[in-house]
């Protein structure tokens, strides 16, 4: 029997092939490396807590605080959002958020002086959609850790970001009735970013929509997000729901949002984040 001749083609085929199985090896052994260090940074705690200030833009007082865990600088990861995407990636998402609400709460209660804790200020804890309607979650993990550190449900507002889409909007209302019960309130981050955003808003009814920075940076001059953003002010007036303007870098923008009368806002023109809990202020406006 003859066999079919080597050609040229076969060639690049075989070499094509071989390249794939290096890549992928190369792939895996990234991802098991990444997967050791996820699994490091939990075990030690190797995350940085970041506090940033969220200010009432008519009062110039500080409301509350957003908790940022950052991973401390590694060669195996680029930047924070390569690290955050990588985790859900990972079966550790659940266990890893479950571990940044418990770290955010530890390093909150034992930052704060006597005198904040008189304040009752409030904290907004990041947490993926997807995580509150796992079955492996359970609330009354986070409620026992507030009783225990001295923090009331009331004071805690769970945000969640309008990039992970919610697709059971009648669930995930359900859900969130269980947790407004115990006193929890729900932010919604990233509106402007995305198309689900009035779905979302509608349908979950929040106690605080965060505008995405998108729609803040330069409002002052952009009159679309001048326009879009009046919409939504006028929803969350009807709605009672508060607006936290995000990314503020500016005089101009705070000017603009503080006459137009959104609540509450957040940037470095405020407040940078920072590992101490520090109050935020209002810049002197001219």
């Not at 804790?117 to 986070?142: A, C, M, Q, R, W």
């Amino acid at each position: 029997m003859n066999s079919l001749p080597y050609t040229r083609e076969h060639s690049l085929n075989l070499f094509s092939y071989l390249k794939y199985l290096f890549n992928k090896r190369q792939d895996d052994i990234l991802f098991y490396k990444r997967y050791n260090e996820l699994k490091k940074i939990m075990q030690n705690e190797s995350l940085e807590t970041f506090f940033q200030p969220i200010v009432n833009l008519q009062t110039g007082e500080t409301f509350g605080y957003e908790a940022l865990n950052r991973p401390l600088q590694s060669g195996i990861f680029s930047s924070v959002d390569q690290f955050y995407e990588f985790v859900g990636q990972t079966d550790k998402v659940f266990h890893f958020e479950k571990f940044c609400r418990n770290l955010s709460l530890k390093r909150y209660i034992a930052g704060l002086d006597e005198e904040h804790k008189k304040e009752e200020l409030t904290l907004f804890i990041n947490i993926h959609p997807h995580v509150l309607l796992d079955n492996n979650y359970h609330s009354g993990d986070t409620l026992q850790q507030l009783v225990n550190i001295g923090i009331q449900p009331e004071q805690v507002v769970f945000e969640l970001t309008e990039r992970s889409a919610v697709t059971d909007f009648q669930e995930f209302e359900r859900v969130l009735s269980h947790y407004r019960a115990q006193g929890y309130r729900i932010a919604i981050d990233d509106v402007g970013s995305g198309y689900n955003s009035l779905k979302t808003l509608i349908f979950l009814k929040p106690e605080f929509i965060k505008l995405d920075r998108s729609l803040i940076q330069n409002i002052d001059e952009s009159r679309a997000s001048q326009q879009l953003v009046s919409l939504i002010y006028d929803y969350a007036v009807q709605s009672n729901t508060k607006i936290i303007a995000e990314g503020i870098e500016r005089k101009e923008e705070i000017k603009y949002l503080k006459k137009l009368g959104i609540h509450y806002a957040q940037g470095y023109a405020l407040g940078r984040p920072n590992r101490i809990i520090k109050p935020g202020a209002l810049p002197v406006l001219n």
